[in-house]
């Protein structure tokens, strides 16, 4: 019996890079898997290459930066699955550059894609959750807070710290509801780390040397599964934590 049999999990950002690993690797666990994102085309690849495989799988475009789209994907999950015991925020808009460069306009559109969607999208989950007796709900963070040098990152840390704080956040108040919160910094092979891999190698090539196991993690293979560990029943006492995914790369402590 496949871990994640009978579950449902809904997944920001899927059509591509990380979050579509994180689907695969969730529907390969038996979980029915509502495939989210603003692109419909990659939404469908994602969703015949699920269905190509024997998974379950449904295509819903959103684009997390409407509120009101988050409430009516949660709805149309529910409609076509079911319900939802899964949730994975994966999808965010990274501000990146020097501080003088990171203009209001900027970061709002940042915060509004990343904690503020992540916060509407738990609190649009938690009844279907609730009533089915718990769920795991994973928020995608980052390791550029605990960078060796943060210039270049300082907006995009503060967005996925202020997404951890509300990740430790939902753990204390929804364990008692059986719901499980927990936070998952990764380095994957994104399209974004793909295009920055060949347009600086000698850059790309001393951030691999960084990284103890010298490569950088497969969105399927290192990520997807991992986090189906996560939110499988086999971590049932996991919840509050910041799950490093970085190969040994980042000192968090």
């Known amino acids: 019996?496949?871990?994640l049999d009978g579950k449902?999990?809904?997944i920001t950002g899927a059509g591509q890079g990380v979050g579509q690993g994180v689907a695969f690797a969730l529907?390969?666990?038996g979980a029915a898997i509502a495939v989210t994102g603003r692109t419909e085309a990659k939404l469908a690849r994602t969703v015949e290459q699920i269905r190509g495989f024997g998974g379950t799988a449904e295509a819903i475009v959103c684009d997390i930066s409407d509120t009101a789209q988050i409430t009516e994907t949660v709805e149309r999950t529910v409609e076509l699955l079911g319900g939802v015991d899964i949730l994975v925020n994966?999808?965010?808009l990274n501000p990146l550059g020097p501080l003088l460069d990171l203009t209001p306009e900027l970061m709002e559109k940042a915060y509004r894609s990343g904690p503020i969607a992540a916060l509407h999208a738990m609190q649009a989950v938690?009844?279907?959750m609730k009533a089915r007796g718990g769920g795991s709900i994973v928020n995608m963070v980052s390791s550029a807070a605990v960078r060796?040098?943060?210039s270049g990152y300082g907006g995009y840390a503060s967005v996925k710290e202020a997404l951890r704080s509300l990740s430790r956040t939902a753990a204390a108040e929804w364990g008692i509801d059986g719901i499980r919160v927990n936070a998952v910094a990764p380095h994957a092979l994104s399209p974004g780390l793909q295009w920055w891999t060949e347009t600086h190698?000698?850059?790309a090539a001393e951030f691999v040397r960084s990284i103890p196991l010298r490569r950088i993690g497969d969105p399927e293979q290192d990520i997807g599964r991992a986090v189906a560990w996560i939110v499988s029943d086999d971590a049932r006492y996991l919840t509050g934590?910041?799950?490093p995914l970085d190969g040994g790369q980042a000192r968090w402590g």
């Open 201 to 203: 190698p000698d850059e």
């Open 1 to 3: 019996m496949d871990k």
């Open 90 to 92: 994966n999808a965010s």
């Open 8 to 10: 449902v999990a809904l």
């Open 27 to 29: 529907a390969r666990a």
């Open 126 to 128: 938690y009844p279907s």
């Open 241 to 243: 934590a910041t799950v």
């Open 148 to 150: 060796w040098d943060m």
